[in-house]
């Protein structure tokens, strides 16, 4: 079963219950499957099929829900992008996934006209306010289509359902492909962990591009016939604490920063949100032991920590919210997630040793778009997927990880790889050689930091280079401070060691002498 039917299903069996609360507004699950329907119609009817790409460029909103779906129920991919990305890198996406359309929210179309000019890129459908193109076409046109219009035949279980860019998008991109069973296995997953059920109401804060909001707050909720109560930005603060009170909110799913800021927040009580709180679930980043304490201690409800990768759609392990938490650990596995610990050499290591974490099961993703050799790099030999994190089980099956084995850096639960922020600083004609690190602030979320080393005789100010980045990149994706050295630690083979540039940024920071 793919999963628009999935959700059609569920839709079917709580149809007068609510579904979607947004700006106040309430969409009840009949209403959301009528909306899926008319729109995959539509699509159909604009010549979309089965495999073609279609990128969302949205933030929060029931538009988002509806056109996933009814890409999904036609067979077509979703390709989500992050909203904030620059023209740029729109337009690599859409070129690295061949799209024939984009939706976009109305403040969105200027980064996208360019990649909207390309002949590939057939159609625009505007997800809110005016058209102002002649390709465009609003949103409402797509609910409005005849319910007797025919459907085409529904994709396979296996066939991809979503396209998900993982890092940087100029260049040479690299998006996971997760099918129609990867993703309602772990969701399915995790309704079991959670124990999620048409009672609850899932605050939705975190941005549904990312899997880990789809899968987690989306997918989880409405297999259970729960309510997404949507926030479009986590700014005000004030605002996401008011609908948690204001909507009923039973689950609250975020990230360390969040976290640590409810942790600060002066006078804040599980009252003041609604008092039907029941657990809290913290992922996309490391959860400082301090934070998950001064959380569970001030609100009185846990707060879990879970782990998981884009490439496993990506929930692998989670502490549960009934039974042992144990903190800083990131849980068991999952049901239907099997996990190992691997030496160098492959074996298979027990429990107190350090390793690699290797991930199987029905979640794990058919590999990267048009990438086989990053697929192959991606799995061990015997099928196992590789996560590049090290860690260990201890004697209760827990996970406690040791560190990152990859040059990822998480900042505010996105995924930013330094090569991309590097290449931007090495176009630079004074620059001769520069390292991105992730430097971890109070809260436990990460900033970026950018080391660099002039060509002799020439000359470049932090300012200067800080200012390549404008229009470029994201604007999560730029460096807080750029620091000039006179050369780059390297061990015998001339790389970089940064290891060295992150315990230096750590003992600046122990000291106060740098942010």
């Not at 059609?8 to 979607?20: N, P, Y």
């Amino acid at each position: 079963m793919n999963l628009a039917e999935r959700l059609l299903q569920s839709a079917a069996a709580h149809s007068e219950r609510t579904a979607i609360i947004f700006r106040d507004r309430e969409i009840t699950y009949g209403e959301v499957a009528e909306q899926v329907l008319s729109a995959a119609r539509s699509f159909a009817a604009m010549g979309v099929g089965r495999g073609d790409a279609v990128m969302l460029i949205m933030r929060n909103c029931p538009e988002f829900v509806v056109s996933y779906l009814a890409l999904a129920r036609i067979g077509a991919i979703s390709a989500p992008l992050n909203p904030a990305a620059s023209p740029r890198e729109v337009t690599a996406a859409a070129e690295s996934c061949g799209a024939v359309g984009i939706i976009a929210q109305a403040r969105y179309l200027e980064n996208a006209a360019e990649a909207c000019s390309r002949k590939r890129v057939r159609f625009t459908v505007v997800a809110d306010g005016p058209c102002t193109g002649p390709d465009q076409i609003p949103f409402e046109k797509l609910l409005s289509a005849a319910a007797g219009a025919p459907l085409p035949e529904g994709p396979a279980d296996d066939d991809i359902a979503a396209l998900l860019f993982t890092s940087g998008v100029t260049g040479q991109s690299k998006a996971v492909m997760l099918s129609h069973r990867n993703v309602i296995s772990n969701g399915e997953s995790c309704v079991t962990v959670f124990h999620c059920s048409p009672e609850d109401r899932c605050l939705t804060v975190l941005p549904m591009f990312h899997v880990f909001c789809w899968t987690v707050c989306v997918v989880m909720l409405m297999l259970s016939g729960g309510a997404i109560v949507i926030v479009e930005s986590v700014q005000p603060f004030s605002e996401v604490l008011a609908a948690c009170a204001r909507h009923g909110v039973t689950v609250f799913i975020g990230v360390p920063a969040i976290f640590a800021a409810i942790v600060k927040a002066p006078g804040l009580t599980l009252e003041t949100l609604g008092g039907r709180v029941r657990w809290a679930l913290s992922g996309a980043a490391p959860l400082a032991v301090q934070v998950q304490r001064g959380f569970e201690e001030k609100l009185g409800i846990p707060l879990i920590q879970g782990y998981g990768l884009t490439e496993a759609s990506p929930v692998v392990s989670t502490n549960p919210p009934h039974g042992l938490s144990k903190h800083g650990s990131i849980g068991p596995p999952i049901p239907n997630v099997s996990v190992q610990i691997r030496g160098e050499d492959g074996t298979v290591l027990g429990p107190g040793e350090v390793g690699e974490l290797v991930v199987k099961g029905p979640n794990v993703m058919r590999g990267y778009w048009n990438d086989p050799e990053a697929t192959a790099a991606a799995f061990m030999e015997d099928g196992w997927l590789r996560t590049g994190d090290l860690g260990a089980f201890d004697d209760d099956g827990y996970i406690f990880l040791v560190d990152r084995a990859k040059d990822l850096v998480i900042v505010k639960g996105l995924n930013v790889y330094p090569r991309e922020v590097e290449e931007v600083l090495l176009e630079h004609p004074s620059v001769a050689d520069a390292a991105v690190i992730g430097v971890p602030d109070h809260t436990g979320d990460e900033t970026l930091r950018a080391y660099v080393v002039l060509k002799e005789g020439a000359s470049a100010t932090p300012d200067e280079l800080l200012g390549l980045f404008k229009d470029r990149l994201a604007r999560y994706k730029t460096p807080r401070a750029v620091i000039v050295l006179d050369q780059m630690p390297t061990n015998t083979l001339g790389k970089t060691l940064k290891r060295v540039l992150r315990e230096q940024a750590r003992e600046e920071i122990a000291g106060g002498r740098c942010g």
